[in-house]
T-cell receptor, first 114, second 109 residues
Framework: NAGVTQTPKFQVLKTGQSMTLQCAQDMNHEYMSWYRQDPGMGLRLIHY???????DQGEVPNGYNVSRSTTEDFPLRLLSAAPSQTSVYFC?????????????FGPGTRLTVL | QQQVKQSPQSLIVQKGGISIINCAYE??????FPWYQQFPGKGPALLIAIRPDVSEKKEGRFTISFNKSAKQFSLHIMDSQPGDSATYFCAGGYSTLTFGKGTMLLVSP
């Protein structure tokens, strides 16, 4: 099992550009989520999904879009990148939405917006 | 906003010492409190977790102490080792998790 994979590992964007961060898991997990990690701010939930075709907003959803067409994939889209979106992005998956389900994190994508 | 407050922000402990990280939560509906460990350049990984119906959980050198009335819980790392140097996040939730801001632990040789 590859677990949770994320691509790319690093990305530099200019303000206003768009891009998609990819996330895939091979554990047949229903729940997938995206977090951003900023210095001194911990992990903040951006969007999450409880299954194919179902997504919901987390704590900091503005500027990001998601969709879930398959169980395996959960891409995160930045439509018009802003410097405030410079961060490390982590995708995570778990068996279900309940908090007691262990979340498995990917290795992260470090994004810089100039 | 449902917060989980974590302290200290950073911690330096000598090898063999005890590392203690504290967290406090606000939402009494939270029913699960995990700790995640993150090494540089890696994603967080579950270290240990507790439910509010127990006051303590121990796994090896790692212990969670939980005080439901005070809405506080803490992570104790006994006999701290340089390999424990990492960032530790506490969290709480009943569906999605709310994370604390993290503690950077450095265990000096």
């Amino acid at each position: 099992n590859a677990g949770v994979t994320q691509t790319p590992k690093f990305q530099v964007l200019k303000t206003g550009q768009s891009m998609t961060l990819q996330c895939a898991q091979d554990m047949n997990h229903e729940y997938m989520s995206w977090y951003r990690q900023d210095p001194g701010m911990g992990l903040r939930l951006i969007h999450y999904s409880v299954g194919a075709g179902i997504t919901d907003q987390g704590e900091v959803p503005n500027g990001y879009n998601v969709s879930r067409s398959t169980t395996e994939d959960f891409p995160l889209r930045l439509l018009s990148a802003a410097p405030s979106q410079t961060s490390v992005y982590f995708c995570a998956s778990s068996y279900g939405l309940k908090a007691y389900n262990e979340q498995f994190f990917g290795p992260g994508t470090r994004l810089t917006v100039l | 906003q449902q917060q989980v407050k974590q302290s200290p922000q950073s911690l330096i402990v000598q090898k063999g010492g005890i590392s203690i990280i504290n967290c406090a939560y606000e939402n009494t509906a939270f029913d699960y409190f995990p700790w995640y460990q993150q090494f540089p350049g890696k994603g967080p990984a579950l270290l240990i977790a507790i439910r509010p119906d127990v006051s303590e959980k121990k796994e090896g050198r790692f212990t969670i102490s939980f005080n439901k009335s005070a809405k506080q819980f803490s992570l104790h790392i006994m006999d701290s080792q340089p390999g424990d140097s990492a960032t530790y996040f506490c969290a709480g939730g009943y569906s999605t998790l709310t994370f604390g801001k993290g503690t950077m632990l450095l265990v000096s040789p």
